[in-house]
């Protein structure tokens, strides 16, 4: 990808025959792929597949055995993983940590500026109208004032959403971002990120799912796991493919596609547990 100035913009993330062990156990096993800048992914695959392990190698909590991670055009050892972590940012909704209940939405989005849990730390002028832009782009502006812990599941995930984007990170790691939502919230969100796909400041979205129906049509880019190594990667039409995803998934499922979005459907007549 380049720039209006003709200049070359480095990959959002790059996977070069990346493999991660633990003991005698091969995790992650010879990945490799590539997501262009601002372009939307997915890291696709049944539980267990590795596919939080690769966001987690994303943001330089685990290291590879061997191979090479680069992320935004650094190199995993030749860059300081602090400067790393403040282009990529991630929304774990099922995290570890959440915010604190007790702030309005429009705090828990502020609380992006520091990367803190609580509102620590006060904010510029121009910090402050970016809250506001972003809080807007989720479709939030009318319940900003709203206690985030009295928010529902959905909104409260289009906070954390918004609160990724403050300091405009280069890449932003959804892991399971619709996970516990009902159909309206989940496809509130997927409507969300489809709108931030076509944003020209936008990051490199890269969504971590084991639903092919949480795809949004903006989607260009499937890394489908199995077990730790690439079963499929390209664009969703060259991936998504009844066959694959049956070996994969380990049932039968069949595969239809309906206005951009993929959706499948599990045969069990026959299915031999």
């Not at 994303?58 to 935004?72: H, I, N, P, S």
């Amino acid at each position: 990808m380049t720039n209006s100035n003709n200049t070359q913009i480095p990959p959002a993330v790059h996977f070069e025959n990346v493999r991660l062990s633990r003991g005698t156990r091969e995790i992650i096993r010879g990945i490799t792929w590539t997501v262009g800048a601002g372009e939307f992914a997915a890291i696709l695959g049944p539980n267990g597949s590795g596919k939080s392990t690769l966001a987690r190698m994303m943001l330089g909590y685990l290291w590879a055995t061997k191979g090479q991670v680069t992320v935004a055009g650094r190199a995993f050892g030749e860059t300081n993983l602090h400067d790393l972590r403040e282009i990529v940012a991630l929304v774990q909704p099922n995290g570890q940590f959440d915010l604190e209940p007790t702030l309005s939405v429009r705090e828990a989005v502020r609380t992006g500026v520091g990367g803190t849990l609580g509102a620590y730390r006060p904010a510029t002028p121009q910090q402050e109208a970016r809250v506001d832009e972003l809080i807007e782009r989720v479709g939030m502006t009318r319940s900003a004032g709203n206690q985030y812990g009295n928010s529902s599941t959905g909104e409260r995930v289009r906070a954390l959403v918004a609160r990724s984007l403050v300091n405009r990170p280069k890449v932003l790691i959804l892991d399971e971002p619709t996970s516990g939502l009902d159909i309206r919230g989940r496809e509130e969100l997927l409507s969300v990120l489809e709108d931030l796909s076509t944003e020209a400041d936008r990051p490199a979205l890269v969504m971590i799912t084991h639903h092919v129906e949480e795809l949004p049509r903006a989607t260009t880019n499937v890394l489908l796991l199995d077990d730790g190594q690439a079963a499929g990667q390209g664009q969703p039409g060259e991936v998504l493919e009844s066959a694959l995803l049956s070996r994969v998934y380990g049932c039968p499922v069949e595969l239809r596609e309906t206005d951009g979005r993929y959706f499948l459907h599990a045969v069990t007549r026959g299915w031999r547990v």
